[in-house]
């Protein structure tokens, strides 16, 4: 605290009996004002101007990125593994081999429905999550004359022919063979 | 030089003493009843008296009715003195009192019954709103008036407060309460989503600024020095703090935003203003507690120093923790917990509590012309108010820091600690009852002021007091300057000048940046040198010549605190851009949404559900995707809540099955064991009023949601359609509810939240979108 020497301490105003001094600002009150402004200067600067540090929302964008990425690497067939994979052009790519070669014979080279139900319409008997068109793929219905596909195309083509019916199937809403199923939002 | 005499108006300052130690009394005990509801939630009486629709009420008690009556008996106190004359208008002094005191009788009985804008600390519906700006105003025009009869030239620090408050509260409650009404009791805020939440929190930050802040801190530039008679410590500190507090203090709102959907720079600036704010603060607190230097022992004797002194304290302490919690990183934790409200109540039990007390210990015995019943008494309150505050505050920390950590705790592989939101809760459940215990001990200490005073003022009698002044009215040199040498002060310029720098920093890249931050030192330094050789010349200041003309005053207050509203307000509000309006995927809500929306409103879910997933890996985790400014776009109010005593619910909707919100809004504790969430049985058998859907769709109309005139004219039967979605799964599980009941369209907007589409979908384009797949726990 800055010294008070007895000639600073004169009275510049009296009201209603109250005097007013005129004292020194205190040096470190000048050093709190003073170091708040120049830290929001080269907070601004290092954030928003130049960017080198990630704001809140760049971070929290990395870490989601993150966190999903591991947990497709510990569960590769998780419905957020699908959606990852609908989000790589390779995976969609070897997915819409499987499609061409395996599924459209009987669900219609858009999906449409030949012998197996449309798969584009908002009708569903099994589901429609990533999760349940994984399902259908790898275990089949083979009482309702779909097999099960997994032993034969292996797990890592089953889950890209997933991501591309996700992708590319599902929701395109096409004319084709009558509903089946449960209508779904 | 003449001699006048005066006597002063101080029956109305005896009434708002006394309106604000009535209104005290019932805010504080509102305040320890909803404190014991969060405790034992059997303490709610359904529906007037559950916790949702009380706790504006405290709010709103303690704010407006306590510490605005103890503002104003300070300020008429004051002002006539320090200005050596009576108030213009006895009438116009009456108008305000009474006119006040209808308002907050209106406030006590429209909030319980659920009349509400849900707009915190601004919940009263537009009639009541238009009474406030209409009393205010007459305050206004009172005190101006008084300014302009005033036998004391030059105006002191107190006053540059009080005017400050004035205007600024104008503004605020103004634009803040901007609505197009639906009924007498009922209207929508013009501004929706983003944009409303900015205009709230610039409006509720400054309250706390311009209501809690500025005016208590000209009462205590008058009654702490009479009280402790000694000088008050320094003018040029009293300058520079008003003016950097006043100008500083209205864009420091975004920091109640950080994390939220509130486009970025604004939450930065937000915190930044936020943290500049510490010095302004701790000027006010510094020139409150050097006054007291070299007469410190008298604190010991005097129970009205002692007051003082511990106010001011507090304020420091709240000022400290005011910018702390503004830091992003320290928000991340803080925000939505008990520290928040820890946080006001050291604000509000130990600034604004503590000073009304010394204020009112110090003024009713000199009004009654009698001493103080007992000393002793006010000591024991004194240390029972401090005490209590203590106690409060060291739970609600606790608590915060608690919860909050809990929260965001993650195991080794990546999960939550604590998923169930109610295992946070029931940790956190021995402090709600400390501070109960807190609470009521304050309550005591307050119970035994009341007592003490009453025996006071029944021993004396009130009269008006009179004196004799010398008038000096020989002008002086800084009074023959013109406006124009007003309007060139060298101050006023150095400072555009500078802030014009700093604002053309923030828009350029780093080159260009770092040059003009350079300038701004110069500029700053150019400034002070040149300030230093004018005060070494024995030229008059310019503050000196302004603080003398209260209208360039007043007009430079006010410019002053509209530049940071302006510039945060404006581009969010006008600039498209701002807010992405990308939402052609956002559906406005149906008819029956809306009337649930309103329930929700009226019910005042909002004080303990937030509608804002932040940014943050642990809230992704918990509830799902970050909330994208987009999805509020047709949100008018906005409902992003300030508190979670229970979790969020932005991303709420299809999550549970309808059977589930029934279950738990009859009895919460079916669903969730241990909740202290109040119970809501009366929504399955009150009726919504159908025929007000339509009217509900056109007013948002006009307000901008994109509704065709086919969905007015069918909104009575869209309702029912929709109702029968949910009321045939409801009674698929044996439950059977009316159609009409409220029950039904407040499940129809609980499900309907965080989705483009609510209960009964209406168009039929796929889903599957990332946006809804990825919402982690689905």
């Known amino acids: 605290m800055s010294a008070t020497s007895p000639d600073e301490r004169k009275v510049v105003h009296v009201y209603d009996d109250i005097e007013e001094e005129d004292n020194h600002l205190p040096n470190w009150w000048l050093a709190i004002l003073i170091g708040s402004i120049v830290f929001s200067f080269a907070y601004w600067f290092v954030y928003h101007t130049t960017g080198l540090r990630p704001t809140p929302l760049a971070a929290y964008r990395a870490d989601v990125a993150a966190l999903v990425e591991a947990r497709i690497r510990a569960n590769p067939t998780s419905p957020e593994a699908i959606l990852a994979l609908t989000r790589s052009p390779e995976a969609l790519a070897e997915g819409e081999v499987v499609w061409r070669t395996t599924c459209a014979a009987c669900h219609g080279q858009q999906g449409e429905g030949v012998i197996g139900p449309n798969l584009t319409d908002r009708y569903w008997i099994h589901g429609h999550g990533p999760e349940d068109i994984l399902k259908a793929i790898t275990e089949g219905f083979p009482t309702k004359g779909m097999p099960g596909w997994g032993p034969i195309i292996g797990p890592e083509r089953s889950v890209k022919a997933a991501a591309y019916v996700v992708a590319h199937v599902v929701g395109k809403d096409l004319p084709g063979r009558a509903p089946q199923g449960e209508p779904v939002d | 030089m003449r001699q006048v005499r005066i006597e002063y108006d101080d029956q109305v300052v005896r009434q708002f003493a006394f309106a604000s130690i009535l209104f005290g009394a019932v805010g504080l005990l509102v305040g320890v009843l909803i404190a014991t509801q969060l405790a034992w939630w059997q303490a709610n009486v359904a529906p007037y008296f559950s916790f949702s629709r009380l706790r504006p009420l405290h709010t709103n008690a303690v704010i407006f009715a306590f510490v605005g009556n103890m503002m104003f008996a300070g300020i008429y106190y004051s002002t006539q003195r320090l200005l050596r004359v009576r108030m213009a208008s006895d009438l116009l002094s009456r108008i305000h009192f009474w006119g006040w005191q209808a308002i907050i009788v209106a406030a006590a009985v429209t909030l319980p019954l659920g009349i509400t804008t849900s707009k915190e600390y601004a ?172 007469a410190w022992q008298k604190v010991r004797e005097e129970p009205v120093l002692k007051f003082f002194v511990a106010g001011v304290t507090f304020y420091g302490m709240a000022t400290f923790e005011g910018p702390l919690l503004s830091i992003k990183s320290v928000s991340a934790l803080a925000h939505y917990s008990d520290w928040i409200i820890g946080h006001v109540h050291t604000g509000a039990l130990g600034w604004n509590g503590l000073m009304a007390f010394g204020l009112f210990y110090w003024l009713l015995p000199r009004i009654y012309r009698t001493p103080l019943h007992s000393k002793r008494a006010a000591d024991a309150h004194f240390w029972m108010a401090l005490l209590g505050i203590v106690a409060y505050m060291l739970s609600m920390w606790v608590s915060g820091v608690n919860q909050g950590l809990m929260w965001k705790a993650t195991g080794a592989d990546g999960t939550l600690t604590y998923p169930s939101f109610v295992e946070t809760l029931l940790a956190i459940r021995p402090m709600y009852i400390v501070r109960v215990l807190g609470g009521t001990l304050y309550l005591a200490g307050f119970v035994l002021m009341i007592w003490n005073l009453w025996k006071t003022v029944r021993a004396g009698s009130p009269a008006n007091a009179v004196v004799e002044v010398v008038v000096d009215d020989t002008p002086k040199p800084e009074d023959r300057v ?66 003398r003309r209260p209208l360039a005053f007043t007009v430079l207050t006010l410019v002053a605190v509209l530049v940071g509203g302006v510039a945060e307000l404006l581009p969010t509000i006008l600039v498209k851009q701002a807010v992405p309006h990308s939402g ?118 006009r307000l901008g949601v994109p509704y065709a005139d086919e969905e007015i004219a069918a909104a009575a039967t869209s309702q029912r359609e929709q109702a029968a979605t949910v009321v045939a799964d409801l009674a698929a599980n044996g439950v059977e509810v009316a159609w009409d009941s409220e029950m039904v369209a407040m499940i129809a907007y609980l499900q309907r939240l965080g989705r483009d589409r609510g209960v009964a979908p209406t168009r039929t384009e796929a889903v599957a979108t990332e946006g809804v797949a990825a919402g982690g726990g689905r």
């Open chain 2, 123 to 294: 919940e009263l519906e537009w009639p009541i709103d238009i009474a406030i700006a209409v009393v205010w105003v007459v305050f206004a025009i009172n005190f101006f008036w008084t300014l302009a009869k005033r036998n004391e030239k030059h105006l002191y620090v107190a006053l540059w407060f009080y005017i400050a408050t004035i205007v600024t509260v104008a503004v605020l409650h103004i634009v803040n309460s901007l609505a197009l009404p639906l009924t007498p009791w009922k209207s929508y805020s013009i501004f929706s989503g983003v944009q409303d939440a900015l205009v709230q929190w610039w409006y509720g930050h400054n309250a706390v600024a311009f209501f809690l802040t500025t005016p208590i801190l000209g009462i205590m530039y008058y009654f702490l020095p009479k009280a402790a008679e000694r000088p008050v410590y320094s003018y040029r500190l009293s300058i520079v703090h008003f003016w950097s507090l006043v100008f500083m203090y209205i864009w420091a709102g975004p920091h109640h935003l950080l994390y939220t959907a509130l486009p970025e720079w604004a939450q930065s600036l937000g915190m930044l203003f936020s943290l500049m704010l510490w010095a302004p603060s701790w000027g006010g607190m510094l020139n409150g507690l050097l006054t007291l230097r070299g």
């Open chain 2, 482 to 547: 013109s406006i124009g040498t007003v309007l060139a002060g060298r101050p006023l310029w150095f400072t555009v000048l500078g802030f014009l720098l700093a604002t053309l920093f923030v828009f350029v890249s780093a080159v260009p940046a770092v040059l003009l931050a350079v300038a701004v030192l110069v500029v700053s330094e150019i400034g002070y040198l040149v300030a230093k050789r004018a005060a070494a010349a024995g030229k008059p200041s310019w503050f000196g010549i302004i603080e």
């Open chain 2, 584 to 701: 052609e995927a956002q559906q406005p809500y149906t008819a029956l949404e809306l009337q649930g929306r309103d329930l929700y409103v009226r019910e005042g879910c909002y004080v303990c559900h937030s509608q804002m997933i932040r940014p943050l890996l642990a809230e992704y985790q918990r509830y799902g995707e970050a909330s994208r400014a987009e999805e509020f776009i047709y949100d008018h109010p906005f409902q992003w809540g300030s508190k979670r005593t229970g979790p969020d619910l932005h991303r709420q909707g299809g999550r549970y099955p309808s059977l589930w919100h029934y279950a738990h809004l009859v009895d919460p504790r079916q669903t969730s064991p241990g909740s202290n969430m109040p119970a809501y049985p009366f929504l399955a058998t009150h009726r919504i009023d159908v025929a007000l859907g339509a009217r509900k769709l056109e007013l948002m109309r």
